[in-house]
RNA sequence: GCCGCCGUAGCUCAGUCGGUAGAGCGGCUGAUUUGUAAUCAGCAGGUCGGGAGUUCGAUUCUCUCCGGCGGCUCCA
């Protein structure tokens, strides 16, 4: 081909253009859609992604990429990254970049530096932000190994990137001002796309590899305006104002000491809605055919020796020695289910066997991960053990998965599924497992569930199907988990009597649907930012009469309420009726019954509903009935 | 557990460049009897997370332990 003569370039819509040979891939697509081109940050070319800058030495498919695209998105992330490394080494000189992936969240860059403090943050920004004015463009150079090595000379980490590009690759840095990093690409064109950019923290992380001294790894966020910026740290401001654990303060509903640790206490008004969510499950248990057992908290050793517990789990598990023998505090339920199915010898009559149980369970969680509720060392599960036989797995699953849209539906959570594979660390055979893997793909692909695969993430045991449920602010938390289990039935040596008068081992399908109490709980209170529905909230209703002359009359009304088993309360009349109502709101409590003469005279109440001024006047009866249809329907919304 | 940061009244936070601390809300008492998001006044409440060290003197500086937060790792 010779020098300026025209490719042609084809574009996603099926148009084309003839353009100079030479001709940056930015300014093709400027000619293909004017009006978008702004917000262009990079293309991909022939299915990869490259530069705007980059030439077009021959024909192809050119498509744009912007932050809309998840491609685009990285990019930018990654280039933050870039942004980032040449602000933190012009603070402190010495520091050794190593990699700046962008991820879900945002960003984030590991340097080999000496711990990094609050102040050179803000030294950090105010560099960042001098490079965003500046516009510095991000210049891609391919340099030979030797360039590379010479440039890199004193980063030893940069080095071993160069080592690992596969051979026949080109070695690429980009220069940004005076910084150049070792870099894929691509970037966006410069710097002045960054200013939608925002540092949000450093940490310290220990590398994976033997050997290797911690690192300090910054974090940010990156968008492409600072209004979009903006309107992001406002969403993470209002997610720390409804983190469970400033909610779980204010309306104490539990707390925490520092004597116990990850242990909750919870008040009397949390364990109203631990009874609710008890409640909510063991409907569904009856309906279900499930039986309920209690075994106790603590088993010998040698029980879980029998169960792999004490080769696969003893360190996360708290150890009592009673006169010379020792016994673990159980972290799960399964040893005791086992035992019950293996206390007498079993017909395949009573197939599949159900046996709940929700006994506390001690995990001895390192300190470092305790977050709340949602990471405690004492914890509830709705938790089930279905003894039944291979040819039985299917069905039960399948009533699982329809439980668990049902149950989430009903806290108008969104959920999402994962399947887990054989770990590293496994009992029994591989063949097993793989039947067991596939079994559970097939149930969730006959579903029509969209799933992710977690490989080597499964239990020591076998396989799950784990249930991530988001909080409204996209969060994700895993709750249920459906798990199949082959091996510790084998382990307890569980027999039952066949059709054909043989024995055999029961399959086990261990699982939980709202996971524990705690954790869920946690989640339900950040998603409803602790404005609970009116069936699971602590006090349904309050009763504000205007004066102390309606106060017989509220009281009446209250008793009403709770002979059809409302929770309800009275409030006093020492302060005003405004600040009573205040206070009623800032309780979050659903129902707002307001009592004043009028009301008393026919008989009727002034309802003002959570979070809504204007209020509804109805007789006593209405609202009596109004309230207890919509808790016993488990409406969402008061 | 690892790294960093933090710990002042029940809660949210101010403050002390080393001379033993304040506010708002909440609580209690009194007055007010109130019509839909804060009536007024008064009072009580803190060995400034625990321990040790430096110092004439430590809530303030240092060390250490405990706890929390953000990450890492791990998980329901």
Same mark, same amino acid.
């Given at each position: ?11 996603? =819509? ?89 991820? =879900? ?14 102040? &050179? ?121 409804? =983190? ?64 792999? @517990? ?5 360190? #996360? ?6 006169? #010379?023998?020792?016994?673990? $505090?159980?972290?799960? #339920?399964?040893?005791?289910?086992? !035992? ?29 991960? !305790? @977050? ?6 004492? *914890? ?22 329809? $439980? ?22 496994? !009992? ?15 149930? *969730? ?81 950040? @998603? ?26 509220? #009281? ?72 207890? =249809? ?6 969402? &919304?008061?």
């Amino acid at each position: 081909m010779l020098e300026g003569e025209p490719v042609h370039i084809r574009f996603p =819509d099926g148009r084309g253009v003839d353009v100079p040979r030479g001709t940056p891939a930015g300014g093709a697509l400027a000619l293909w859609d004017p009006g978008r081109a702004g917000t262009f940050l990079a293309a991909l070319w022939k299915g990869l992604p490259v530069d705007l800058a980059s030439p077009l030495l021959e024909g192809g498919e050119l498509a744009p990429l912007s932050f809309a695209d998840r491609a685009g998105r990285d990019i930018l992330q990654h280039s933050a990254a870039h942004l980032l490394a040449k602000a933190l080494v012009e603070t402190i000189p010495e520091a050794r970049p190593t990699v700046g992936p962008p991820t =879900d969240e945002g960003f984030y860059y590991d340097f080999e530096v000496r711990p990094l403090t609050p102040g &050179d943050l803000d030294a950090i920004r105010t560099a960042m932000h001098r490079s965003v004015q500046a516009r510095e463009a991000f210049r891609r150079r391919e340099v030979s190994r030797d360039e590379a090595r010479t440039l890199f000379a004193r980063n030893p980490y940069k080095l071993r990137y160069i080592a690992e590009v596969p051979e026949g690759e080109a070695v690429s840095v980009y220069d940004t001002g005076a910084f150049t990093d070792l870099c894929r690409g691509p970037h966006v064109p410069d710097t002045g796309w960054l200013a939608g950019v925002h540092v949000l923290g450093f940490s310290a992380i220990t590398p994976d590899a033997p050997g290797s001294v911690p690192l300090q790894r910054v974090r940010g966020v990156g968008f492409p305006t600072p209004k979009e910026l903006e309107a992001y740290l406002k969403l993470r401001a209002e997610a720390e104002a409804r =983190d469970h654990r400033t909610i779980g303060s204010r309306q104490e509903l539990f707390l925490f000491l520092d004597e116990a640790p990850g242990f909750p206490i919870w008040l009397p008004k949390g364990m109203v809605m631990v009874r609710e969510l008890e409640k909510f499950v063991t409907e569904h248990l009856r309906e279900a055919g499930y039986a309920e057992i209690r075994t106790p908290l603590l088993f010998a050793q040698s029980v879980y020796e029998t169960s792999g @517990h004490w080769e696969h789990y003893r360190e #996360n598990m708290f150890l009592s020695t009673v006169e #010379n023998r020792v016994f673990g $505090w159980k972290p799960m #339920n399964c040893p005791g289910s086992m !035992l019950v199915f293996g206390s007498r010898s079993r017909s395949y009559r009573e197939l599949p066997l159900r046996l709940a149980e929700f006994a506390p369970l001690h995990r001895l969680e390192a300190s470092g991960t !305790l @977050h709340g509720l949602t990471r405690v060392r004492e *914890l509830v599960q709705d938790d089930a053990h279905i003894f039944c036989t291979e040819e039985q797995v299917e069905a039960e699953i399948r009533v699982l998965l329809r $439980w668990i849209r049902e149950a989430f539906s009903t806290f108008r959570l969104t959920w999402s599924y994962e399947l887990s594979t054989r770990p590293a660390k496994f !009992l029994g055979e591989a063949a097993l497992w793989d039947r067991a893997e596939a079994t559970l793909e097939k149930l *969730l692909k006959e579903s029509g569930i969209e799933y992710r695969v977690s490989p080597g993430e499964g239990a020591f045991y076998g396989p799950k199907i784990d249930i991530h449920i988001r909080d409204s602010l996209g969060r994700p938390w895993q709750t249920g988990t459906i798990q199949l289990d082959y091996q510790i039935p084998q382990r307890f040596r569980l027999e039952y009597q066949g059709p054909d008068g043989q024995l055999h081992t029961p399959v086990v399908v261990h699982r939980t649907i709202l996971g524990t109490w705690e954790r869920f709980l946690g989640v339900v209170i950040e @998603h409803c930012a602790g404005r609970f529905p009116p069936w699971l909230a602590p006090v349904q209703a309050r009763i504000l009469p205007v004066t102390e002359h309606q106060a017989p009359g509220a #009281n009446g009304l209250a008793d009403e309420l709770r002979a059809v088993g409302l929770r309800v309360e009275v409030g006093g009349t020492e302060e005003s009726l405004a600040k009573r109502v205040r206070t009623a709101e800032l309780d979050r409590v659903p129902y707002i019954a307001v009592l004043g003469e009028r009301e008393i005279a026919d008989g009727s109440v002034a309802l003002r509903v959570r979070g809504q001024k204007a209020n509804r006047p109805m007789s006593r009866p209405e609202f009596v009935e109004y309230v207890r =249809d919509r808790v016993r329907r488990r409406e969402y &919304d008061p």
